[in-house]
């Protein structure tokens, strides 16, 4: 009897060491992420003290831009929400009464790399300002670094615009000096502004590539911030746990053909654009059925791509990897070799249509009607994780062009059959 009360003593005692370890994991983790939450998440009054913060240098002569007036005297631009920005670009979301003429109001998003006081100046100390062939000079010498900008950016000959600063701006830069009451500080002013712009790499590409409908509008700029369309993200056709499935097979069907096209855009744009960071929350919709690029900061022309691939030692495959641009190693030269080794088409489907679960498929994709559910399952599997014959053992393949014709053409024939 005492060895059975003994016992029973040292299971309560363990059940109760055991329970008292689970609180104070699952206590540990709650606080943990409560921190992570508060380190990461973006808050009303932080993102409207970044517009007052911008409204402050504008008024202070310091920023400028074409919609510094809607946003710090008219107020046109009207705050709505943000997203979590600690670690990246901010994201602010606003409504905006005058940048479309004829519209009452639009949705838009002011997008800014860095916190104001670390945004990047043009430091040009060194030369003097007092005569206007000075002034001259100065803007000369701002050309230049522009042109710069985007040579780096595409490797591309920026001979052909005539008014590179006006390009970059999209807004008259010499007519703002014209018009300016001090010719002097409004060519540091326009010039710091323009230069703290094409310092970011989205809005860099966003005027390289305006002229193509999957680059989101820009409508103004103030300073370092920018103001662009806002288009849905197709983050909201992932599949959650309590949502179900809110978004019909052929609407979905009919986006992922959408974004096929686009990817295929992108290998002809003179030099293939690849896109380091595939995932549905940077790829938009727009009302008309039109996809977007929602965030470009690691598209990266291939020439650069392959730039970081050569300054890159290595022991293994994921040592060469840029995120989603997978690389090789070469295991004898310690090097990663100048290529990548998939392809924009293998991470969309593998990100985007198939999603986290391979075999249970939660993206895009996901509960496909029953007569095409064992073929398009295959064809998705050949695309994500493609089967090549190669002596390149444990690198990603590029998604091939017969299985992605093959795709094509199925969810085009599901989207019929249920027309």
Known sequence: MALLRWMRRRAKCCCMTCCGVFVFIIASLALFGRYLYKKEHCTDVESKQIIEGLCDLYSQGEVTGSLCSALCESRDLHYQTCTNYRKGKKVLF????SCIPGKTSVSV???MKTDLSERDQ??????????????????????????????????????KHKDILSFAWGWNFHEYLKNSNNRQKAVVVASSSLWSLT???EYLMSRDLYNYSFIPRIYGTCGPAYVVENTQTLGNYEFEMFKGW???????AAIALKLIHL????????????????????FGLRDNGEVTLIDTDCAMFERNLL?????????KHDDCDFFDCRGFCDTKTKQCLLERTNNNMQSLCEDVFVGYFPKMPTG???????????????????????????????????AQPNTVKKLQELLLRSIVDLS
């Not at 606003?94 to 009464?97: A, N």
């Not at 000075?134 to 670094?145: A, G, I, S, W």
């Not at 730039?307 to 022991?315: D, I, K, L, S, Y």
């Open 263 to 282: 990817i295929k855009d992108l290998d002809n744009l003179g030099q293939k654009l690849h896109l380091c960071d595939i995932k549905p929350d940077n």
């Open 94 to 97: 606003l409504t905006c009464d």
């Open 199 to 201: 310092e970011q790499q």
């Open 246 to 252: 809110p978004h019909s097979w052929k609407e979905r």
């Open 109 to 111: 998003v002011l997008k």
């Open 122 to 159: 043009l430091d040009m100390s060194h030369l003097e300002l007092d005569t206007e062939q000075r002034q001259k000079d100065y803007v000369r010498e701002v050309e230049f670094l522009v042109k710069n900008s985007f040579m780096f950016l595409r490797h591309k000959d920026m001979s």
């Open 364 to 398: 895009l994709l996901r509960d496909p009607p029953g007569a095409i559910k064992v073929e398009l399952f295959k064809l998705l599997q050949e695309c994500s994780n493609p089967v090549v014959e190669t002596e390149r053992h444990n690198a990603r393949q590029h």
């Open 307 to 315: 730039e970081q691939f050569n300054h890159t030692n290595c022991t």
